[in-house]
C-alpha cells in the first residue's frame, strides 16, 4: 500500500540531490560565466567516459595540465566535479549500457541491443567491489574494458563529446540569464533605496 508513497519519497529526494549537487554550485556562479560553463563542460565529458573510480582523479590531472598548458583557458573545477556526479551508482548500468549499444552500432554488430539484464547484473558487481584508488584503476576501468571492450569505449566517444558541447551551450545560455536577473535586481533595489531617501528629508521637512 506504502509503495507509491515510498516512490514518491524517493524520487523527490533524488530531485533534491540532483538539484543540490548539480545546479546550486552553478546559481552561486557570480563571475565570469564562461569558466563555469566550461566546468560543466569538462564534467560531463568525464562523466560520459567509463571511468567510474578515477575519474575525480582523471579531472584533477586534466586541471593541473590545463594550467600549466594553457592557463588563459580556465574551468571552473568545483562546478566540473559537481557534474561528474551525472554518472552514479544508479545510472552507471543505464548509461554504460547506452555507450555499448552505440559502440556496436558503430563497429555493425549483428545484434547490438542483446544482453541488457546481463550487462546491467555484471556492471553492477564490479561496481560492488570495494577497492582503493589503485586497485580501482584496474577493478573498475580495465575490468571494464576487459568485458565489454572495444565497443563500450567507442560508443562513449560520441556521448562524452556531444554531451560537453550541449553543456556548454547550455550553461552559458543559464548563466547569461541568471547574471542579467541579478544585475536587473540589484537595480531595482538601488532604485528602491535612492528613492526612500529621497523621502525622507521631505517628511522632516513637512513635520516643521
Excluded at 562546478?79 to 549499444?101: M, Q, R, S
Aim: proline share 5%.
Amino acid at each position: 500500500m506504502a509503495r507509491p508513497a515510498e516512490k514518491k519519497a524517493t524520487f523527490g529526494g533524488l530531485s533534491r540531490l540532483m538539484r543540490y549537487r548539480l545546479m546550486i554550485p552553478i546559481h552561486r556562479n557570480r563571475q565570469d560565466p564562461r569558466p563555469a560553463a566550461r566546468g560543466v563542460a569538462v564534467g560531463l565529458f568525464f562523466a560520459l567516459m567509463p571511468t567510474v573510480g578515477v575519474q575525480l582523479a582523471l579531472l584533477g590531472l586534466f586541471w593541473a595540465g590545463m594550467r600549466w598548458l594553457r592557463p588563459q583557458w580556465r574551468f571552473n573545477i568545483i562546478v566540473a566535479g559537481a557534474w561528474i556526479w551525472v554518472t552514479n551508482i544508479l545510472t552507471i548500468p543505464f548509461v554504460y549500457y547506452v555507450f555499448l549499444v552505440t559502440g556496436r552500432l558503430i563497429l555493425g554488430a549483428e545484434d547490438p541491443f542483446g544482453g541488457f539484464d546481463h550487462f546491467v547484473a555484471h556492471i553492477r558487481e564490479i561496481l560492488a567491489g570495494d577497492a582503493g584508488f589503485f586497485e580501482s584503476l584496474y577493478v573498475y576501468t580495465v575490468g571494464i574494458f576487459q568485458e565489454w571492450g572495444e565497443p563500450l569505449f567507442i560508443g562513449c566517444i560520441p556521448w562524452a563529446v556531444g554531451g560537453a558541447w550541449l553543456g556548454y551551450v547550455w550553461a552559458l545560455k543559464l548563466l547569461e540569464k541568471l547574471h542579467a536577473r541579478h544585475r536587473r535586481k540589484l537595480k531595482e533595489r538601488f532604485a528602491r533605496q535612492l528613492r526612500t531617501a529621497g523621502a525622507d528629508p521631505s517628511d522632516g521637512g513637512s513635520s516643521g
